[in-house]
């Protein structure tokens, strides 16, 4: 029964997450291992209000936004190579998340 390894990464710095990321599609290659992904949802956009007054007329800082990108990729099996992806050193500001299920073949309990 294979595992099926998802790895979720993002970051607000894109070209660092687009870094990363073509680096585990280019050891995948190279090592035969088949990647699904990534998936490229659209960014989430967040905004942070700043109230600091200005002076006497009540004027704020402008509201502070950001975005977060976010990659999804897919490892059936191969779990060495899922492995060594999930726990390699990632720039700072780079997150991942890993999920990792058991599946099962048809007719199987």
Request: proline share 8%.
């Amino acid at each position: 029964m294979p595992f099926v390894t998802t790895l979720t990464l993002s970051s607000g710095d894109r070209p660092a997450l687009e870094d990363v990321v073509s680096d585990i599609k280019t050891a995948a290659e190279r090592k035969g291992v088949q990647i699904k992904g990534p998936q490229t949802p659209p960014p989430e956009r967040f905004v942070a209000p700043q109230s600091k007054r200005l002076g006497p007329e009540g004027n704020r800082f402008t509201d502070w936004s950001f975005s977060v990108y976010t990659r999804t990729m897919r490892i059936v099996g191969h779990d060495e190579f899922a492995r060594s992806a999930a726990g390699r050193e990632f720039p700072d500001g780079v997150h991942i998340e890993v999920d990792v299920e058991q599946v099962t073949g048809a007719g199987r309990a």
